[in-house]
T-cell receptor
Framework: DVKVTQSSRYLVKRTGEKVFLECVQD?????MFWYRQDPGLGLRLIYF???????EKGDIPEGYSVSREKKERFSLILESASTNQTSMYLC??????????FGPGTRLTVL | GQSLEQPSEVTAVEGAIVQINCTYQ??????LSWYQQHDGGAPTFLSY????GLEETGRFSSFLSRSDSYGYLLLQELQMKDSASYFC???????????FGQGTTLQVKP
């Protein structure tokens, strides 16, 4: 089975802290994605990567950065967390096709 | 740009059939996908339509009409476990990137 894991299910941080969210996939997928999910807004793409060290901005990249040093790992970084970044963060991976495999999500609360 | 519209909520009774509609706007069409997400869970892939017509997978079917920029997910013989959110999604080019609709919450009642 394809497995996408995320480093934490729940995370509480303070405003201004630097936050790292880690995602690892075990299926040698080329593409990896970070979304945030908020009630009534669906899944919004923050960043995605189609190869190691390659990244592209999604629809809402402001306040975020990413790192992909190894194919299996894609990190989302909040340089200075703010309360409006309180959300559910979902990582996904895929081959070039349409089926994305999602991790369990990290519910981040910024106080 | 790309956008999708789907109803925010649908309610149906156990054993019934329900249809969740999705209309979309896109400059380049690469297919329409559907995902299911249970409360507190991760989205999981249900189906993908690249061509017009109906694709059937067990109790779930997905339909596409490219000329109408419209698709739907059909759930038959509804079960309580089908209560979840359902998202339609548009692939964006060949990058594997998806644009998701806002989701339809399906509530199945006894």
């Amino acid at each position: 089975d394809v497995k996408v894991t995320q480093s934490s299910r729940y995370l509480v941080k303070r405003t201004g802290e630097k936050v790292f969210l880690e995602c690892v996939q075990d299926m040698d997928h080329e593409n990896m994605f970070w979304y945030r999910q908020d009630p009534g807004l669906g899944l919004r793409l923050i960043y995605f990567s189609y190869d190691v060290k390659m990244k592209e901005k999604g629809d809402i990249p402001e306040g975020y950065s990413v790192s992909r040093e190894k194919k299996e790992r894609f990190s989302l970084i909040l340089e200075s967390a703010s309360t409006n970044q309180t959300s559910m963060y979902l990582c996904a991976s895929s081959w070039s096709g349409n089926e994305q495999f999602f991790g369990p999500g990290t519910r981040l609360t910024v106080l | 740009g790309q956008s999708l519209e789907q109803p925010s909520e649908v309610t149906a009774v156990e054993g019934a059939i329900v249809q969740i509609n999705c209309t979309y706007q896109t400059s380049g069409f690469y297919g329409l996908s559907w995902y299911q997400q249970h409360d507190g869970g991760a989205p999981t892939f249900l189906s993908y339509n690249a061509l017009d017509g109906l694709e059937e997978t067990g109790r779930f079917s997905s339909f596409l009409s490219r000329s109408d920029s419209y698709g739907y997910l059909l759930l038959q013989e509804l079960q309580m476990k089908d209560s979840a959110s359902y998202f339609c999604a548009l692939p964006s080019g060949n990058t594997g990137k998806l644009i998701f609709g806002q989701g339809t919450t399906l509530q199945v009642k006894p």
